[in-house]
């Protein structure tokens, strides 16, 4: 595939080279397995100094099991796990949370942008209360969201409001966590524990690393055992400093945040580019890496032909993802593409 035709998913790109640099670190000497070892120890407290909290934090292979078996601390079998239509948990874990958690069913909420509103959780939570139906325990937010947009701390402060009255727990699918804090300009802890959330999954693949999410637990008591249900399902590395060290590399001289800020700038150059074509517009605000594009069928096609990999999404838009190795150049390139497929008959 050539890297000049590719914007489908920021988990196309490659590693980044801090995160490259450390892995080969890593690969010096001999440590201890599963987790015991300096790079893991590293890199977990290097994720409580940025996030500012004495959080317990674990690295699993990748999303998907980091969101199922995170939900599934929070849940008995019979809780429900309130998510958006749009959600990740809902559309593309093939059943992960309700498999890891022996059945908690997800109940689907809705709102704009691909953001569940109060009133959307509220109306989940209070349609019944009666012993057949599954007990709300968790609401999931994915920050950013499965089309870009970004929860405002005053969205977050807002559901963790309707969070307290009905005691629900809330975990953060930060498959794009990054991208978020780079841009909003907060703090990590803003958008997280100062405004609620008890349970994040950051994700490090989709920011520059070959694998690896890490799992934060600001609420602890959340956490009791959940070493043993990691390494159950599957999910303790055995060779956990290939994980844990390229997040050192992240997560030094931040990184991370280099990484998400130059993914944001170049959707921004993307999305500026498309806006001022004529005849094309956006699907949804470009607030994080990625722009969602309204193509039709045949201009897809067309990209397509010319090489270009992306995604349809739900609902038919075109998605263009940038990640840290996204270049302006190759921005320019789609942008002219799209100009040129558009004005052809
Ligand atoms: C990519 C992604 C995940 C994780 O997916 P895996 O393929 O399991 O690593 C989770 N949530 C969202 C919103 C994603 O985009």
Redesign the pocket.
């Known amino acids: 595939m050539s890297d000049t035709e590719q914007f489908a998913?920021?988990?196309y790109s490659g590693i980044c080279p801090e995160a490259w640099a450390y892995m080969a670190r890593a690969n010096e000497q001999d440590a201890s397995a599963y987790g015991e070892d300096a790079w893991t120890q590293q890199a977990a407290d290097r994720l409580r100094e940025t996030f500012e909290s004495d959080c317990d934090v674990f690295f699993v292979?990748?999303?998907?099991?980091?969101?199922s078996l995170s939900l599934a601390a929070m849940c008995q079998s019979f809780h429900s796990v309130i998510c958006h239509e749009l959600?990740?948990?809902e559309t593309?874990?093939c059943g992960?949370p309700e498999y890891a958690s022996n059945g908690s069913k997800l109940l689907v909420g809705s709102g704009a942008n691909g953001k569940l509103t109060p009133a959307s959780i509220e109306q989940l939570v209070t349609r019944r209360s009666d012993i057949h139906y599954p007990k709300p325990r968790v609401i999931t937010l994915?920050q950013a969201?499965?089309v870009g947009t970004l929860y405002s701390i005053d969205e977050l402060k807002a559901i963790r409001a309707v969070a307290d009255r009905y005691k629900l727990h809330i975990h953060m699918?930060g498959?794009?966590f990054a991208n978020a804090v780079a841009a909003m300009g907060c703090t990590p802890a803003d958008i997280t524990w100062k405004a609620g959330v008890d349970v994040l999954?950051f994700?490090g693949?989709?920011n520059g690393l070959a694998v690896g999410?890490a799992i934060l637990f600001f609420n602890r008591a959340l956490a009791e055992d959940f070493e043993w249900r990691c390494k159950q399902a599957g999910q303790l590395a055995s060779k956990m400093r290939f994980i844990s060290a390229p997040w050192c590399g992240l997560l030094e001289n931040d990184t991370w945040l280099a990484n998400a800020a130059h993914a944001n700038a170049c959707a921004a150059r993307l999305a500026a580019g498309i806006e001022s074509l004529e005849g094309v517009s956006l699907s949804f605000p470009r607030q994080a890496n990625a722009v969602f594009v309204d193509l039709s069928e045949a201009l897809q096609k067309n990209l397509r032909a010319r090489g270009w990999h992306f995604y349809t999404f739900i609902g038919g838009a075109a998605r263009f993802v940038c990640s840290w190795s996204s270049t302006a150049a190759q921005v320019d390139a789609l942008i002219a593409a799209i100009a040129r497929a558009v004005a052809e008959p």
């Not at 990748?62 to 969101?67: D, E, I, M, R, W």
């Open positions: 998913s920021d988990n292979f990748n999303g998907t099991a980091a969101n959600a990740h948990v593309d874990e992960g994915t969201t499965e699918d498959a794009r999954c994700s693949t989709k999410e």
